[in-house]
Nanobody, 123 residues
Framework: QVQLVESGGGLVQAGDSLKLSCAASGRTFNNYAMSWFRQAPGKEREFVAGISWTGGTAEYGDSVRGRVIISRDKIANMVILDMNSLKPEDTAVYYC????????????????WGKGTLVTVSS
């Protein structure tokens, strides 16, 4: 059974940093891009960052570019999202997702999803 399990969410203050982790199990995600999405109450799911299978290519959403870094550990089958200079508008549930092939920025292209981890940024 494929599982993506996110961790690292919590309550932080504006300007703080936070690291989210996604542990993948149940299969080997060869040739799968791994990404982070987020969804705030009443809003659509938004692409945050994605990384290629090799780790050589990364893409970032406009709202977080310059403040987050995505990385992956293929041996440990983990994806990490380092977030800095957090803002209240970053408050959302953050989801890890896997898609076959190159990085995709549209949520419907992702086959596997975690259950999410809540990040709350207070002002």
């Amino acid at each position: 059974q494929v599982q993506l399990v996110e961790s690292g969410g919590g309550l932080v203050q504006a300007g703080d940093s936070l690291k989210l982790s996604c542990a993948a199990s149940g299969r080997t995600f060869n040739n799968y891009a791994m990404s982070w999405f987020r969804q705030a109450p009443g809003k659509e799911r938004e692409f945050v960052a994605g990384i290629s299978w090799t780790g050589g290519t990364a893409e970032y959403g406009d709202s977080v570019r310059g403040r987050v870094i995505i990385s992956r550990d293929k041996i440990a089958n983990m994806v990490i999202l380092d977030m800095n200079s957090l803002k209240p508008e970053d408050t959302a549930v953050y989801y890890c997702a896997a898609a076959s092939g190159p990085i995709q920025t549209l949520a419907y292209r992702y086959r596997f999803w975690g259950k999410g981890t809540l990040v709350t940024v207070s002002s």
